[in-house]
Every structure is written in structure tokens, then in C-alpha cells.
């Protein structure tokens, strides 16, 4: 009796493992990670673009800035008596 | 020689990089490497568009035989190509660190196919591939061992990001940068793997300037890599106590005099440390790899390297008694080290007592080896009564009764013929000069 019940038991979990295995969602062989950098992308397009649009910006001004304080020393030399 | 097949389905590609004068323009700049076309009637298969002839390639190395600083190179070549290739309307398909080889001292592209149109709203098709090749060892180069370069041995499309990101420390995910493009990456590729992608859905919309961004924050991503300042025992050799400034000088007379006398066309230094003398040979113009097995070493050798412009010498990081296998699919994507062409030239300064006593290396096996791989040798040899190899013995049994001149002598005349044994000035050390059998 004591013998039935294991057996039965054993088969059980064996039916259970096959029926895991065969409904089992992540088979890594068939998993393109390709697709998730291509929608990884997609979801931060937003944010590297607004980064470009922010480098940019920032380039600009201190393009500005520098064009500004050469001017400004370009004027200061010519105003410079000379000795 | 190489010869490459352009197949007619990658025939607008390759005559828009020809048409737009990218490939000039690269070509120009050093990054590209310059190939020409040969007659149609060498079309190898059908469906071929042209044959080309890429300039040869000296040696090929591997990113996982690179230091930090190659490695980074080389992302950063990429990074510029793709910048290069935008402003003409195209795009880099691959970012494979394997395409990317060190010509003349400079990180060159050698994949002449890799481009493709830039489409308007597509995102970078080798985004994942950059990381995994050369972001993720960067960063974990960085931020967790020098070795880890190794890595990428195992695992020839690059470092997986999920892997990547379990290694890295947790306070990497403070980094904008990691946790962006390795962190987040990797849990999202996860959790996205199953969906199916329309790669060409007009829905799915990545701007211009989307693409300018991305480019810009990986370039970001790897120059804010940095290396620890590296100091191994073996970095400082040459300013310690291993030699006097007389010896060291006699020594490099006697370099100098075997190879003017010999003038190899190419030269290995194995054990080269930081290259002093390996120097010697590319100073010359001698094509010359200086292999170490201490990344600190070969990091600051490239780094000298690069400040001296220097073309003929190539440092590489190599573990003599574990040297690069075939690897990759049916054991020949990559090549091995004896089967990437051989030198002229071997030389082994310095290096023998730590094969045959540190490594239990018979001599005449060491003899053998050397002998599999070129037509000339300068080999050093250093015995028991120097201070480097008392110290290698200071704490074990001294096991080699067969460590001794006259030994060394025989076991390598039966490889080579000694054209020439010269003693160096003020030391016990002997260098020469043999020609293989």
C-alpha cells in the first residue's frame, strides 16, 4: 500500500515537472535581445534627444560667452595707452 | 590577402559609402581601412556585386589581448566613424570591438560593409552590440578587475549586459550612464524579450536628434571610464633594483647591435613588460608586438606608444602559458597565436627563469616552442646566483638541478644554432643570439 502511494506520488510530480516544462514561458534560445535595445531606444528617444538639445544649447552659450569676453579683451587692448 | 565578396543585397550601401565620399573621407582620416576592387570576373559565388582587397592587416589582435586603454580606443573610433557616417546619411550596422584592429599604432575600421543608409526614425541597430563589446568591459575593467577583459574570450558577441550589470558594484548604478545603458539595458532587454518587434513600423519613431543623443551619451559613457592608477611589480622592473644603469645600457647596446646585424622584418618581445625593448626593434622600423601578460605593464606601454606616435609597435596583453585559443563557431572565428602569422623575430629577455623555475617549464620544451614560431631568436639567460632568480627560490625547494648554463645551452642548440653569447657588463646574465635549425 505504502509502496502505491509513492509510486502515485512520484508519478505525480513527474506529470507536474513535464507539465512545468511544457508551459515554461523563458526558453533563453528563443529569446531576441535585439528587440529589447531596439524598444529600449524607442522608451528614450525622449531623453537623448532632449540630451543632444541640451549639449547644444550649452555649446551655444558658451560659444556666446567666449565670443563676448574675447570682444570685450579685443577692446580693453585697443583702449590701452601706449607707453 | 583577404578578399571580400560584396553580395548585390548590400549593393546600395556599398556604393552610397563609395558615391557620398564617406569612404574617402574615412579612408583619409585614418579610419577606414583602404581597399581596392578587382575585376568581375573574380566574383566568388552568384549573387556577388564586387570583389574588394582590403589593405592587409599586419597582425590581427583580439579585444580580449587589448589593455583598458586600447579598448577604449577603440570604442571611441567607433563612436566617431558612426558620427563621420551620420553626416554623409549612413550608419554603422555592426559595433563589433572585432572589427576595429590597430594599424599602424591607430584603431582602424577593417569592415568595409558595415555601413548602411541612416533611416530616418530607425534607432541604432548596434546599440546592444557597442555595450556588450565595449561598454560593458570598459566598465567592468573599471570598476572591478583589469582582468575582466577576459570576459570577453568566453563570450564572443561581447559580455551579456545582464551579466555585466550582476558583476558591477551596486554604486555603479549612480552613474547615469551605467544605469542607463547597462543597468536599465539589461532589465529591460530581459523583460521585453518576447515581444515581436516591426523593426520598420513607421509608429515607432527615433528623431535625428534622438540618434545624436544616444551616440553622444555613449561617447560620454566611455570617456568618463577611468582605470585606477596601476602599479604591479612589474611596472617599476626597470627602476628598481634589477639591474645596474651599466647593465642596462650594455644590454640595450647588444639588443640594438643582433637586431641592425639580423634585420628581422618582424619581431615578437614575449614578457616585454612596458616595452623598453621591444622599443628598440619598432625605433627601427620593425613591425613589433610587445606581449605581457600584466595589463598594467602593456596599459603603460600602449600609453607610450601613443605619446611617441609611435607605428611599429603594437602592445598586447598575452599569458604566455595560456596563450589565445581558436575560438568561436567549429574553433576558427578566432584565431590562435601561432596561427596569426610568425615573427622573424623572437625575443625573450628576462624570461626564461621565470618559465622554467616560477613555471616548472622544462627547458627544452621552452626551447621547442620558441622554435614552432620563428627563424631568429635573442633569448636571455640569467642563472641561479642572480638576485631575481634566488628571490624566484627563496621560498621553495630548489627542484632544478637542470636549471644551468651549459644545460640551457644544449637544450636549445638542439633547436637552434648560438650564432652568438654575449655576457651583459656588470651582471651574470648572458644574452643570445640563435637561428633556428
Redesign the interface.
Known sequence: MRNRIGSLCASVALIICFLWMVTM?DVHAY???????????????????????L?VFWRRIIQGITKVLSTIKGQSDTQTPRR | VIYRQVNLSCQEDYDLLLGSGLYEDLVNSGLLVCHSELPESTLISPGGYKIIKPEPIPFISYPYEWCFSQLQDAALTTIRILKRALEFGMSLKDASAYNIQFLRGKPILIDTLSFEKYREGAPWAAYRQFCQHFLAPLALASYRDTGMGRLSQLHIDGIPLELASSLLPIRTRLKPSLQVHIHLHAKFQRNSAKQTVDRTSSNRRFSRRAFSGLIDSLESAVKGLRLNPLKTEWTDYYDGDSYSQTAFNHKIELVTGFLNEIRPTSVWDLGSNTGAFGRLAGNLGIQTIAFDQDQASVEQSYKTSVDRNETNVLPLVLDLLNPSPKIGWANSERMDLIDRGNPDMLMALALIHHLAIAQNLPLGMIADFFRTMCQWAVVEFIPKSDQKVALLLANRKDIFPGYTQQNFEAEFSRDFEIQLAQRIMDSERTLYLMRAK
Do not use: C
Not at chain 1, 529569446?31 to 538639445?53: C, K, T
Open positions: 514561458k529569446i531576441d535581445l535585439g528587440s529589447g535595445s531596439f524598444l529600449f531606444q524607442i522608451l528614450l528617444a525622449s531623453l537623448f534627444s532632449s540630451l543632444f538639445v549639449k
